[in-house]
């Protein structure tokens, strides 16, 4: 081609390339992450706010503080309570630890609801929806801290568990326990902001913290992370969780089956022409033995 | 004479033929009715405490045991036991093999009862059952999910089956142009039913995948799924032997002599097979064992109560149909049917609720109202399975 | 050079293949056993083997 053919062809070119409108260049853009809440058992002092401030904002059930004596046995979340605080006495004294779903990165509940009722938000919670929920209870099979709870004593069951409040969190608040906490032993945020927090407080202070953040990898990552004092089989955690995102361990087998559903077929059609009997010894002389 | 007339005439006559049909033929006083009515009763008023006062107002279901007797005995095991249709179904149809003809529809028909009523016995277990009709109208698909798979394949099988056992239907309401036409349709029906067995009678076992830190070691694997694939293959060769056994007695009116004596050898081939099969599966448990290096674990009980089911009810049914076989010694070969079954119900039970969270203090045990509930399931089937065998041509009359 | 004069099945896949072949060799020796009829039946076609 010639100079001016070239000149065009290069002017049309760096056209193409401008930026139109489509492109925004505000900060609203940024890639954001799942949020969470990094639980420093260090700072907690067992005060239970989390717990009413998590029940009164759901219509739960909400605990006597002052006077029942709830510290005194190891709780479990409930289909009337979200959170629990359990007490653990340990040799660095009593630490107290909140219980509460942990918001995995890729949640086993998540991947067996049949009816998409258990999902992983965009955001980060991992919230129920009660107008798909069948109640078939298969989420409480998959989850391996077994934390959503059933309504059992209802005709008309919901599954239970915390929802990290997403209602709040599309107002711009944030969840009720950390709301509710008075001594900033919950922080909310990114996950990628509560990592370097934990990090530094567990680099900057190595005789006051145990060197593992719980939830870093367990079950693939969680969205609540935790800080302690103490080994965490000492404070009820489950250390048997592994690393693998537990979808992963079906994965296996629902990859077979596109395989089972195009290839048995074919090989059973197979089978069956395989063994056309028409032109040998008519039926009525019996079966023969090969 | 036009055709609304016509319609309005076969209509009436339909009817009229099916009200005839619903009319009792035997006595009502037998054994099985004065045992089943009472408990089909009671297993009624039982669900409408269920329905109005929920779950736990009749079951032992807890935050720690979601699955109770109802899903672990009448779905999960009830499924196995039916995996007899998709193995005669294979070897008639597939491989050609015309000695188990005769035991085809009453195996499909079983199958296809067994389906319809413990998928019904699932709905009953169901925290909010209207909202089924959410993963089936596309309202809401959990694609990833191994029970999507799983009650998206019971459903199509139901469907396969139905009409696998549809010429019988058809040849009994004097229909003979569709059932010529359902006919055709058996071979592509048998194909597809295998190969959604092949799927959900391992997709149960898939369901326990991600519990993986709440089943006990020695009955946790990644090859669950392949394993409930294969006992469903055993556990529906001793329930046709088993069943077989009953109903050759109990309508052996309906059955004629040369079937009979064609009985025995149907039996001796399945044995063979049920041998075989729980050969290979024995094998791969001990495969799996070794693989996971659980040597140290025997010595618990759970240990020990894993060696119960997989020696003395897999190992030794296993020869014990081998020695039926090569002796034709009936009797034995009965007992084997009856110890295997019982050892599918025990490995059913164990992954689901035995060995289910097996470090928890406080334990499952499925209250009464859940066995009668069950009971009741079983008996309602049991009488419209009578309700069919003797109206339509599905025993044998040769 | 290290001469392994020893090998221990447990910590090697030894105990594997041992049950792969154990597993071979008792199935051939299985259905050969369940081929061969000790009693005689009237209705079934007695069956030789052609050789």
């Known amino acids: 081609m010639d100079r001016r053919q070239f000149f065009i062809a290069s002017a049309t070119v760096a056209a193409g390339g401008v930026p139109n409108n489509n492109i925004k260049a505000d900060s609203a853009k940024e890639p954001k992450e799942f949020v969470g809440v990094l639980v420093d058992t260090t700072r907690c002092i067992g005060c239970r706010s989390c717990e009413v401030g998590c029940s009164t904002a759901h219509n739960n059930f909400v605990p006597d503080t002052a006077a029942d004596k709830a510290l005194e046995e190891v709780r479990d979340t409930s289909d009337k309570q979200f959170t629990v605080v359990n007490q653990f006495k340990t040799a660095k004294g009593d630490v107290f630890v909140k219980k509460q779903c942990l918001h995995c990165w890729q949640p086993a509940c998540a991947a067996a609801c049949l009816v998409n009722a258990m999902v992983k938000t965009k955001e980060g919670p991992v919230t129920w929806d009660g107008d798909k929920c069948m109640g078939c209870r298969f989420c409480m099979i998959s989850c391996p801290f077994d934390i959503p709870k059933f309504e059992y004593s209802g005709w008309n069951p919901r599954i239970q568990k915390c929802n990290m409040c997403y209602e709040r969190l599309q107002e711009g608040k944030r969840p009720a326990c950390v709301e509710s906490c008075p001594t900033d032993a919950l922080m909310f945020g990114q996950k990628r902001e509560l990592m370097e927090v934990a990090r530094h407080r567990v680099y900057s202070h190595p005789d006051k913290y145990v060197r593992h953040i719980y939830g870093e990898h367990e079950a693939g990552g969680t969205g609540w992370l935790y800080l302690a004092a103490v080994p965490f089989e000492q404070l009820g955690f489950r250390t048997d969780i592994g690393t693998t995102p537990y979808p992963e361990y079906t994965r296996e087998f629902l990859i077979s089956v596109p395989l089972v559903e195009f290839g048995v077929p074919a090989f059973l059609l197979a089978l069956n022409m395989l063994t056309d009997r028409k032109d040998e010894v008519s039926e009525s002389q019996g079966w023969e033995d090969e | 004479m036009n055709s609304t007339a016509v319609f309005n005439g076969e209509l009436k006559g339909f009817l009229r033929f099916l009200l005839q049909e619903l009319k009792p033929r035997g006595p009502w006083l037998t054994t099985f009715n004065i045992i089943s009515i009472p408990t089909i009763i009671a297993g009624l008023i039982i669900l409408y405490f269920r329905f109005t006062l929920g779950l736990g107002s009749v079951t032992n279901l807890s935050q720690q045991y979601p699955f109770g007797f109802w899903i672990g005995f009448d779905v999960m095991t009830g499924v196995a036991l039916a995996g007899g249709s998709y193995v005669v179904c294979f070897v008639v149809y597939v491989l050609r093999l015309e000695k188990y003809h005769s035991i085809v529809k009453v195996t499909v028909l079983n199958g296809l009862l067994a389906y319809i009523f413990y998928s019904g016995a699932l709905v009953l277990d169901l925290g909010r059952p209207w909202h089924i009709i959410n993963p089936i109208i596309g309202n809401s698909f959990g694609y990833n999910s191994v029970l999507f798979l799983v009650s998206w394949h019971f459903l199509l099988y139901m469907t396969v089956l139905f009409v696998e056992f549809s010429p019988t239907i058809a040849e009994w309401a004097h229909w003979p142009k569709l059932q010529k036409f359902l006919k055709s349709l058996t071979l592509g029906a048998v194909i597809i039913g295998i190969t959604l067995s092949m799927l959900h009678q391992s997709g149960v076992g898939a369901m326990f995948l991600m519990a993986k830190p709440k089943i006990h070691p020695l009955w946790y694997s990644e090859y669950i799924p392949l394993l409930y694939f294969v006992s469903s293959i055993f556990a529906g060769i001793s329930m046709i032997i088993f069943e077989g056994s009953i109903s050759s007695k109990v309508f052996s009116n309906l059955i004629g002599p040369k079937s009979h004596h064609a009985h025995h050898d149907i039996v001796l081939g399945m044995a063979k097979g049920a041998a075989i099969t729980m050969f290979v599966y024995y094998f791969f448990l001990a495969f799996i064992f070794m693989h996971g290096d659980k040597w140290k674990l025997i010595d618990t009980p759970y240990g020990y109560w894993y060696l119960v089911e997989v020696i003395g009810f897999v190992l030794i049914p296993c020869f014990m149909y081998a020695y039926g076989v090569r002796n034709k010694n009936f009797g034995v070969i009965k007992v084997a049917s009856i110890m295997t079954l019982l050892g599918v119900v025990l490995n059913r039970q164990n992954v689901c609720l035995i060995a289910y969270n097996w470090n928890v203090p406080v334990k499952y045990y499925p209250s009464w109202q859940e066995i009668v509930v069950t009971l009741m399931v079983v008996f309602v089937e049991i009488w419209v399975l009578r309700w069919i065998i003797t109206r339509m041509n599905v025993l044998s009359k040769e | ?51």
């Open chain 3, 1 to 51: 050079m290290e001469f392994y004069s020893y090998v221990n099945i447990f910590e090697t896949k030894g105990l594997a293949y041992l049950l792969l072949m154990s597993f071979l060799v008792l199935g051939v020796l299985l259905i050969k056993y369940l081929s061969t009829p000790e009693k005689k039946d009237s209705t079934s076609v007695d069956r030789k083997s052609p050789h």
